[in-house]
Every structure is written in structure tokens, then in C-alpha cells.
């Protein structure tokens, strides 16, 4: 609301001429100038803490001016109509009171980061019950690791296919579609694998691949929507609350689902997970929109805040694939998420054999202390937003933010991976095993914040291209794994991926940028 507007609101003149009144409890005196009358007085200003002021409130010509001495020193109030702005747009996240009524209201684009937090946690927690199902599974069909491997892996074989597709479709038609697509398409895949485990694994394969489908489009349609949404200095927590949804989605999944296969058997688990998406539809096709522009309730001092930062207002229609390809940031952030993926998707995918196997955990425990790196990952995350938006506030380059926290999320694993084969306890295997996936989140805030960063516009397309290789790295890590071990130890497979981390600390650090390079 204006100045002028607020206070016109709240002080409203129009006695006789000569006269004295006494409004909202101070008195004001009217007299009249040439073609006008005036009132002068005291009044309150009650908007950013109560200061008190020498006021004029002046009719001329039907239109009313007001001008106001006032002491608050952290705000100052101008004679024009613009919005009030402020430092840092986060504040504008608080709750507030419409103009019209006394109702709070919550800002819209939270609302949309939410309802992106709570897809990503369904997400994973379909993704996730098959690392605990699988256990179950494979006793009562007689797999061995090579063929868990597989069953594991084919998730990826259709998450693959959908990576640069569901980016450009994100792009070009908008957000709103793909990601309710992939949620309805996903739900389904989840809640037919246990049909078709029974009917036989060429059948398991294609559901599993279906489901990859699904998932494959969400954080493609997730970028693009909330590289509309959400202002550059919220870039970085509002990205880490939403990955944190699949941590929480990991964590969701591992603890219930030991619970469930234990009572219910485990086809339970992705017949209850599974359905949980019909529900999370109906409210995303109710209050959900691609972009601000679309959304007839936005308030528009919002609006304003949001589009103010928006690099472009039109629609991608093309995609400039040689332009792309030809930037090594690109290609940086192509071979840092191959790096990064191959760690955390074994860890995604393994983690409650690992337990089972080494540590000697039941179902249940594996399921149970399996949650504990993710509940740190989702803490961490967010931890790692803040400090990233923070630095970016006090005026470090977005560069070297994005270089110090993907480095953190490269060496922190590195380093307590290879801390595994040190240890002679499943508590400490287990803190290990928190601390890495716990640093690991920090690149939340380094190269899956870069997408947006260097090509604003064309967020969805890159997410779509970097991700198919951190997909790979997940086709052909989570497979290998099942070989290394069948060959081979443990330990071979946290060689593996420490190594490749640190490959990806180096390229990262020598060719990314927090710049925008692509308009």
C-alpha cells in the first residue's frame, strides 16, 4: 500500500469550513486557502512501529496529498505510488494483511515452493520403498545381487528418457502441466509393481521404467516454475526446501516402510505410497499456476516483487541447443552432476543392503537407521540455502557462493566415505554414513542452483541436460554396484565414489560461474 493511500485510509476529512474535529482520538483543526481546504494536526502512523509526526492533509481539486514528518528512522515514506520495497524480498514472506479485510494471507509464491516441497517427498518416497521392499522381494523370488542391480537400475532407464524431453516440454507449455503429469504418471507406475513383480520381471522392468518416466520430468518442470516464481535473492533456500522434500520423501519411506511390510506384507507399501499422489493433484491443479502472469488472485505488489526480477516475460520457443553446448559452465555442470549422482544414488538405492549385509541389521533397523542421513540431508539443505542466499546479500559474487558450496558437497562425502572402512562400529559406519549424505546436500545450493543462475530461461532444458547425466551416473552406478559386489567389497564401491567426486570438485572449481551466460 502507498503512503498516501494508507493514510488516507485511516484519516478521512470533510467537515465544514472553519471548524474542529476529532478523529481516531487527536484533534485536528480546518481552515481553508484559496481553492482548498486543509486540515492540520498530529496523526499516528501505526504501519512499521508506532512513531509520531507533524501531518498536512490537503484537498485540492478533489484529490487529496499527504505529507508526513515522521522519526522512524529504518523506513522511509515517499509522496509517489510505488510499493514499498525492501532489502531483502523474504520479508514480503511473512504474513500479512489483505487490504480488503483483516484475513492473513500467505505469499503466493510459497505457496507454489510448498506445493513443489510436498511432490518432491512423494517422489522420493515411492522412489525409496523399493530399497526396502526389495529385500522381501528377492527372498520370495529368489534374486540374486546381479538381478537387484538390474531391478533397481531400470527406474533409471525411463527417468532417462525423460530428462531433456520434460525440460523442453516444461519451457515451452509451462510447468504447471509437466509436473502433474509426472505425479499422476509416477502414482500409478508405484501402485502396479507389485502386479507386476508377480506376473514376472521383464514386466517389473516396464513398470519400474514407467515410473522413471514419471519422475524424470519433475525437477526439469520444478526448475522452470520456480525460476518464474521465485525472486534471485530466495533463489537458493527456496530450491533447498524443495530438495529437502526428497530427503524428507527418503526419510518417509525407509521409516514406514519396514512398519507396513511387516504388517501388511510389502505390496502394501506401494499400494498406500502410491495413492498419496491422487490427493497432492487435486490441490496442484486447484491453487497452482506456470507463472505469475497466469494467476488472477496474485496480489500485485507480488506480482511486482516477483516480475521485477524476472529476466524474460515470453515464452521459450526455440531451444539454443549449439549456444548451450558450447559454454564450459555447461559442460561443468554436466560432469559435476554425473560426479555428484553416482555417490548419492548408490547411497539412494543401497543403503538399507548396505546395513543389512555389513552392519547385520534386520529389515526393520535397516529401514530405521537408513532414515538418518537423509533427516540430515534435509537439516543441512536448508542450513546451506540460508548461508548461500546470506552470502549473496552481503555481496559475495554468486560465483564463488555457488564454488564454496559445491565444494563442500563434493569433499564433505569424499572425506567420510572413505572414513567407512576405518570403522569397527555400525554406530559410528551409521554417523559416517549421516555426515556424508549431510555435506552432500550443500550442493543444493551450488551447481542445482547454477541451472538458473547461468541460463534463467532456459532452466528447465539445462536441469534436463545435466540431469541425464547424473541419470547415467545412477543407470550405470546403481548396476556396477550390484557387480562390485558380487566381485568384489564394500569398499570397492566407496573407492569408486570418491573418486569421482573429487574429479568433480576439480572441473567444477576450474570452469563454473554464478554469471549469466546465456540470455
Not at 191 to 218: D, H, S
Request: proline content about 5%.
Amino acid at each position: 500500500m502507498t503512503a498516501k493511500s494508507f493514510l488516507l485510509s485511516h484519516y478521512s476529512c470533510s467537515p465544514p469550513k472553519n471548524c474542529n474535529s476529532n478523529i481516531r482520538g487527536r484533534n485536528f483543526s480546518y481552515y481553508t486557502t484559496g481553492n482548498g481546504m486543509e486540515c492540520r494536526g498530529a496523526f499516528r502512523l501505526f504501519q512499521f512501529g508506532s512513531r509520531y509526526g507533524e501531518g498536512l492533509v490537503r484537498r485540492n481539486n478533489d484529490s487529496w496529498k499527504a505529507w508526513a514528518d515522521v522519526k522512524s528512522k529504518p523506513f522511509k515514506i515517499a509522496e509517489s505510488s510505488e510499493s514499498l520495497k525492501f532489502e531483502d524480498p523474504i520479508s514480503d514472506a511473512l504474513l500479512r494483511k489483505k487490504e480488503d479485510g483483516d484475513s492473513l494471507e500467505f505469499p503466493k509464491r510459497w505457496v507454489i515452493v510448498l506445493l513443489c516441497f510436498s511432490a518432491f517427498l512423494l517422489c522420493n518416497m515411492d522412489r525409496v520403498n523399493m530399497s526396502i521392499a526389495i529385500l522381501p522381494m528377492a527372498s520370495e523370488y529368489h534374486w540374486g545381487p546381479t538381478t537387484v542391480g538390474l531391478i533397481q537400475s531400470s527406474f533409471f532407464w525411463g527417468y532417462l528418457l525423460t530428462q531433456i524431453a520434460g525440460g523442453i516440454w516444461a519451457d515451452t507449455v509451462g510447468g504447471k502441466a509437466v509436473l502433474g503429469f509426472g505425479v499422476v504418471w509416477w502414482s500409478v507406475a508405484t501402485v502396479l509393481t507389485p502386479i507386476a513383480a508377480k506376473l514376472g520381471l521383464p514386466f517389473l522392468f516396464v513398470v519400474r521404467a514407467f515410473m522413471g518416466i514419471g519422475e524424470g520430468v519433475a525437477m526439469p518442470a520444478m526448475n522452470n516454475i520456480l525460476s518464474k516464481w521465485v525472486p534471485v535473492s530466495e533463489r537458493s533456500r527456496s530450491l533447498a526446501l524443495v530438495y529437502s522434500g526428497m530427503y524428507l520423501g527418503s526419510v518417509t519411506g525407509l521409516a514406514f516402510s519396514p512398519l507396513l511390510i511387516h504388517n501388511f506384507g510389502w505390496p502394501s507399501v506401494f499400494f498406500s505410497f502410491g495413492s498419496l499422489g491422487t490427493v497432492w493433484f487435486a490441490v496442484w491443479l486447484n491453487k497452482a499456476y506456470s507463472s505469475p502472469l497466469d494467476d488472477p488472485e496474485l496480489r500485485p505488489e507480488e506480482k511486482k516483487l516477483i516480475l521485477s526480477s524476472s529476466v524474460s516475460k515470453e515464452p521459450v520457443k526455440s531451444i539454443p541447443w549449439k549456444l548451450i553446448l558450447s559454454k564450459p559452465p555447461v559442460w561443468a555442470l554436466i560432469v559435476s552432476h554425473f560426479c555428484h549422482n553416482w555417490g548419492t544414488f548408490i547411497l539412494l538405492t543401497w543403503m538399507p543392503t548396505y546395513y543389512h549385509q555389513v552392519l547385520k541389521f534386520n529389515l526393520t533397523e535397516s529401514g530405521l537407521f537408513a532414515v538418518l542421513p537423509w533427516l540430515t540431508m534435509a537439516i543441512s539443505a536448508n542450513i546451506g540455502g540460508w548461508i548461500a542466499d546470506s552470502l549473496v546479500r552481503k555481496g559475495v559474487s554468486v560465483t564463488v557462493v555457488r564454488k564454496i558450496m559445491q565444494t563442500i558437497g563434493f569433499l564433505g562425502p569424499a572425506f567420510f566415505l572413505t572414513q567407512l572402512s576405518h570403522v569397527d562400529s555400525p554406530a559410528m559406519a551409521v554417523l559416517c554414513m549421516s555426515c556424508s549424505q549431510g555435506s552432500d546436500a550443500f550442493s543444493q545450493s551450488g551447481l542445482y542452483s547454477n541451472h538458473q543462475d547461468i541460463a534463467p530461461r532456459y532452466s528447465g532444458v539445462l536441469l534436463g541436460l545435466s540431469n541425464t547425466a547424473g541419470v547415467l551416473a545412477g543407470v550405470f552406478g546403481t548396476a556396477a554396484t550390484g557387480y562390485i559386489l558380487q566381485h568384489g567389497s564394500w569398499d570397492d564401491v566407496f573407492k569408486v565414489s570418491v573418486g569421482l567426486y573429487l574429479v568433480g570438485t576439480v572441473v567444477w572449481n576450474a570452469f563454473s560461474t554464478g554469471e549469466k551466460i546465456i540470455d
